[in-house]
Structures are given as C-alpha cells and as structure tokens.
C-alpha cells in the first residue's frame, strides 16, 4: 500500500545537537514537503522537494537543511538543534500535476531541551 | 505572498447539529481552495478542493463553496457525528505545487 512513512516517531534532542528526521514514501511522487506544526500557527513549510538532488526553502527554512537522495527518500536535518524547534514534524508527498493533493506521514514529535 | 484565515479555532456541537467553518484567503492568482482534515495521532488528509472552474465541492457529507467576491471559502455539513470530531484546515494551493494552511479549527462533537 502507498505511504508516506516518518522515522523516529518520537525523539528527544538536546540543545545545540544535531538532529536528522526521515521520510519515505511509496507513492512514487516527484515532489516533497517537510512542515512544522505549532498551535496557532496550522502547518508551516520549511522545505520542500522537486525531485531527487533538489531542495527548495519554503516559508520557515532558517535553523535547518533538507536532503532528498532518492526519489523515495527526504531529510530533515537540524544541524544545531534549539528548545524552539520543539514542535511536530510532518513530511508529505504529492505528484506533479495532480492537482496540488499532498499525502502526509504520521509525523515526528520533537522535543529541545 | 498568500494568505489563509480561519477565525473560529474551537468549535463544539452535538450530533446532527449544523456545521459551518468559515475561511478568508488572499492571493494574487487563480487559487484552488482545499480542505484538510487531521483526525487525533495522524497526519492530515484532503477532505475536498475546489477550483475557480466549480465553485464548489462535496466529499463524504461535507460541501464547501467559494465566493471570488468576498474570497471567502466556507465548509459545511447538515448533520455532524462524533466521528467528525478533528481538526479542519483551510488550505491554499499555488502554482508551485505548494500548499499555505490556516491555523485549523478544532470540531468537538458530543455524543
């Protein structure tokens, strides 16, 4: 079955470590999507993906890095990790041309102490 | 850039009362309007959209329609059920296959 699946589901970091979030999605899909979840605020974007070897910045990129080996396979990567990165991490996928539906992961909680 | 607003961040009712979720965007192009639902521990996923070519759209009881005049994008559904309690987003697409959320609606559905 097609999925988009995230690893870990749950870690606690702390503060100035580096942290690496997983996705993987079965659905074959050109483009992925690393949001950030926060009351108040609904999902933000912070990277996203066109293809595999591209990055793009979305709206919140500052305080991470994105990586997208494969077509399956985007990163989220949280080089010195601080307690406002506490949050839950959504990755999604979607495909061109399908008109913008995006299928999302479980998510990650992440928590900076 | 673009811009989603949903005013009603908590909203509870009892079965098969009336649901109604109102939402304001702002963009400079042609927008398609989704809405997303979260339902609790899981990721969300897309409940309806709706183009400027339909105005409307209806997936699993609930309709939303859109208003260009007033870029308003209101869901709605006749009669709620508790397993309608979750979350509710209204969500922007643009043309670079990115999606701009609002900050979401928490329904409350007692039994």
């Known amino acids: 079955e097609a999925a988009v699946t995230q690893s870990p589901r749950n870690k606690v970091a702390v503060t100035g470590g580096k942290v690496t979030l997983s996705c993987n999605q079965t659905n074959n899909h050109n483009n992925m999507y690393w949001y950030r979840q926060d009351t108040g605020h609904g999902l933000r974007l912070i990277h996203y993906s066109y293809g595999a070897g591209s990055t793009e910045k979305g709206d919140i990129p500052d305080g991470y890095k994105a990586s997208r080996p494969s077509q399956e396979n985007f990163s989220l990567i949280l080089e010195l990790a601080t307690p406002s990165q506490t949050s839950v991490y959504f990755c999604a996928s979607g495909e061109t041309g399908q008109i913008y539906e995006q299928y999302f992961g479980p998510g990650t909680r992440l928590t900076v102490l | 850039g673009d811009s989603v607003t949903q005013m009603q961040g908590q909203v509870t009712l009892s079965e098969d009362d009336f649901l109604f979720i109102n939402c304001t965007y702002s963009?400079?192009?042609?927008?398609?309007l989704f809405w997303y639902v979260q339902y609790p521990g899981e990721g969300p996923q897309l409940l309806l959209k709706?183009?400027?070519?339909?105005n409307k759209g209806i997936s699993r009881g609930f309709e939303a329609t859109y208003d260009k005049r007033t870029t308003s994008f209101h869901l709605q559904k006749a009669s709620v059920q508790e397993s309608d309690s979750a979350v509710y987003y209204c969500v922007l697409g643009d043309m670079g296959y990115k999606l701009t959320f609002g900050t979401g609606t928490s329904l409350l559905v007692d039994p």
């Open positions: 709706v183009t400027t070519a339909n």
């Open positions: 963009t400079t192009w042609y927008p398609t």
